[in-house]
């Protein structure tokens, strides 16, 4: 009995994948088991066709309830990402989010983006940015015209730029909508901030970008 359920949880856990694949443009490469128990079992896909294969995990995190609320944000908002960004660096970002969150029911594409709300852009660059030599600093209705919505993901001030599919011609319209990258003028400025609100010495986070 047992082994007919984990052989039924399995053939359902397909069955999924293959209806989000079709949603999101992903391909199902393959099945494996990385343990007996189907809660365990991981699966490799490809989010587009010359990206490299990436291991999911069968359980995700649902967002749609974990969305905070509050007003959507204005136009003017200034929009923060750690730099340098290339297609490829963006796509293994969308895949980090993809392996760990999902939007009613699918795998979210999407990358981490962080806005100036309650404190001053110094003060949050400073606080999460400064290891990175360059940033990003689009407005919110900038991206908006680029057609990408912003998710009010884990704690304020943190977004989640939404994607469809992460394939080449989103993630170079995501690129152009980021803008020219700029000079941080906090680099190795301060301290780092962390979502588990602890901070920590910006030389303890990560290596200064050279």
């Known amino acids: ?15 999924l994948q293959l209806h989000v694949g079709k949603r999101f443009g992903i391909e199902i490469k393959g099945h494996g ?15 587009s066709e010359d990206s490299n294969p990436v291991r999911l995990p069968g359980e995700r995190i649902e967002q749609r309830s974990r969305l905070r609320a509050g007003q959507p944000l204005v ?11 290339t297609v ?15 939007l009613d029911g699918v795998p979210l594409l999407g990358i981490s983006v962080f806005a100036v709300l309650d ?6 660059l400073r606080r999460r940015f400064a290891s990175f030599r360059t ?16 998710l009010p993901t884990g704690q304020s001030p943190h977004f989640t730029v939404r994607l469809h599919s992460a394939d080449s011609p989103e993630l170079a319209r995501l690129l152009a909508a980021l803008g020219a990258p700029q000079a941080n003028s906090q680099y190795a400025r301060g301290k780092i901030w962390r979502e588990e609100d602890r901070d920590v010495p910006g ?7 050279r």
């Not at 088991?33 to 989010?47: G, H, M, R, Y």
């Not at 490829?88 to 999902?102: G, P």
């Not at 404190?119 to 949050?124: A, K, T, V």
């Not at 030389?203 to 970008?209: K, N």
Request: glycine letters at 4%; aromatic letters at 10%.
């Open 75 to 85: 136009a003017a908002t200034v929009i923060i990402r750690g730099g340098p960004d």
């Open 135 to 150: 940033i990003y600093l689009p407005t919110a209705g900038r991206l908006a015209r680029y057609q990408f919505e912003l």
């Open 33 to 47: 088991w990385k343990s007996a128990s189907p809660s365990l079992s991981w699966k490799e896909t490809v989010l």
């Open 203 to 209: 030389g303890h986070h990560r290596r200064p970008q």
């Open 88 to 102: 490829d660096k963006l796509r293994r970002h969308a895949e980090r989010t993809v392996r760990a969150w999902a």
């Open 119 to 124: 404190m001053s852009l110094d003060d949050l």
């Open 1 to 15: 009995m047992i082994f007919a359920e984990c052989i039924n949880r399995w053939l359902a856990d397909i069955d």
